[in-house]
């Protein structure tokens, strides 16, 4: 079955470590992929997406991507976090054989210690 | 402020209730979409909208039954719900459902059955 796996369902890092959650999908053909963040109390908003061309994509608040086609991994990555960071992040998916709506993970809740 | 905007944020509600839950965009898209979110589970696409036309019905039960008047609003009915359909229900809109366009949720419905 198609699916979206994030294997890091929570996550604890201190101030300035760096981060990287994992994303792995099972879809085959041209896929558009996506992560959002959703902060306490807050709705679901991008945090950044890949649609064709440069596999390294970067979003807002430092934050970056890396589609790696061969693994079926879309990787988000932060050189160092912050306590604002802490989070609930999600990976989706859009595409692939049969399947034209988006696709969630089932997230990857990252707190973050000062 | 997401474009997307959903009420009520709270409901509790009895097995034998009719309940409707109600989204509104001001972003001027084509499509709505209805994800439910439970604990510890991926989201879950309920319903797509496409100008007012379902073209998406992920398995739906009966029980849940919405509504497109407009590419504005979309409803959620509430019918003889059980427990287990306590969960956050998300809202959202693109511009159009086909093709990578970003997802914009709304703050969701917070639904209890008691």
């Known amino acids: 079955a198609q699916s979206v796996s994030q294997h890091n369902h929570h996550v604890i890092l201190s101030e300035a470590a760096s981060l990287e959650l994992g994303c792995n999908y099972s879809y085959g053909g041209t896929v558009n992929l996506f992560w959002y963040v959703q902060y306490p109390g807050q709705h679901l908003q991008l945090l950044l997406k890949?649609?064709?061309?440069?596999?390294l994509v970067k979003g807002i608040k430092g934050f970056e991507a890396e589609f790696i086609k061969s693994k079926f991994s879309f990787n988000l990555r932060k050189p160092s976090v912050q306590w604002s960071d802490t989070a609930e992040y999600f990976c989706a998916v859009k595409g692939g054989t049969g399947r034209r709506a988006l696709t969630f993970g089932s997230g990857t809740r990252l707190q973050v210690q000062p | 402020e997401t474009g997307v905007t959903q009420t009520p944020r709270h409901l509790v509600m009895g097995m034998t209730n009719k309940k409707s839950l109600k989204c509104e965009q001001h972003l001027g898209h084509n499509a709505m979409y209805w994800y439910k979110q439970s604990a510890k589970k991926p989201l879950e696409l309920m319903f797509v909208?496409?100008?007012?036309?379902?073209?998406e019905n992920n398995s739906v039960p009966s029980r849940f039954s919405p509504e497109c008047p407009n590419s504005s609003h979309l409803f959620l009915h509430l019918h003889t719900l059980q427990p287990e359909d306590s969960a956050l229900y998300l809202c959202?809109?693109?511009?159009?459902?086909?093709?990578?366009?970003?997802?914009?949720f709304g703050e969701g419905s917070w639904l209890t059955v008691v």
């Open positions: 909208y496409s100008l007012e036309e379902r073209v």
């Open positions: 890949y649609f064709s061309g440069d596999p």
């Open positions: 959202a809109s693109s511009q159009d459902w086909q093709g990578g366009n970003t997802i914009y």
